[in-house]
């Protein structure tokens, strides 16, 4: 009996010190772990950290890169919207040597006529300049109702100097008005890119045409707009490139490659989709899918 009553005590012992050991070992697996889990979580918060510093700089970089595309643009719309200037200066000139003549002979009423064609003629190259003017500053960070058929207009407006000189044919259908969310000044920038694009489509073909339709998919609620060439179309090995940056077909006189890059970039900020493909009538097809302002869905 005296042996056995050691037995169990020696057991007891025994069990407690196993306990002993196995609550120290916990323990520790627990700090150890919980060092771990800190550790980790420091490197997650690095990371963090550094991720949002790389966004913040991609955001401004693009937004760097927009600018300077624009600028770059302005560049080769400068000759175009110089032209499309001459027009109405040379109007506003003679008109207003004639009124000299005019006044001299006593013949108001042909004065006033001539004073009211000068009053148009400054209207419209006031339209023209406050375009280039509003294309060509920063956009604002707030989103805004877009009214793409004005937008649509404003952009045409800036090119017709080029559609004019290089002969090119424009057909514009705006079957109704529509608006989007986003910014007008990249808007337009968007659209001023695939406008020019298809100048350069068309520069050596046969039939030098762009047509520009706006409509409405009721259906998906988005506004979709089309732009499309009587070019040769795009060629097979350059479709999977299309909108990478710096890819481009045209001479470096012609730009970086960056338009459509660009422009893809813009719309997908605003929701919406870029695409190109060839048009079963010939030459090229690019869609811009927005979605459309919530007040019209």
Known sequence: AWYQHRRRLQERLESRDALRRAAAELDQRIAQRTEELTAANQAIATKYAKLQQTESLLRSTQDELVQAGKLAMLGQMAAGVTHELNQPLAAIRAFADNSVKFLAR?????????????????AH??????QLKGFARKSGDAPVAVDLRQAIEASVLLLSGDFEKQGVEVRIELREAVHVTGDVVRTEQVLINLLRNAL???????????????????????????????????????????????????????????????????????????????????????????????TEN
């Open 106 to 122: 006593g013949q108001q009423a042909q004065v006033a006529e001539n004073l009211q064609h000068i009053s148009s003629a400054s």
């Open 125 to 130: 190259m006031g339209r023209i300049i406050g």
């Open 200 to 294: 350069d489509a068309v520069e050596e073909a046969p039939r030098k045409c762009v047509c520009v339709l706006l409509e409405v998919d009721h259906v998906q609620r988005q506004a979709v707009l089309r732009i499309r060439d009587s070019g040769t179309g795009i060629a097979d090995e350059v479709a999977p490139h299309l909108f990478e940056p710096f890819f481009t077909t045209k001479s470096s006189s012609k730009g970086l490659g960056l338009g459509l890059a660009i422009s893809s970039s813009i719309v997908q900020a605003m929701n919406g989709q870029l695409s190109a493909h060839n048009h079963e009538q010939g030459g090229a097809e690019f869609v811009v899918r927005l979605p459309l302002l919530k």
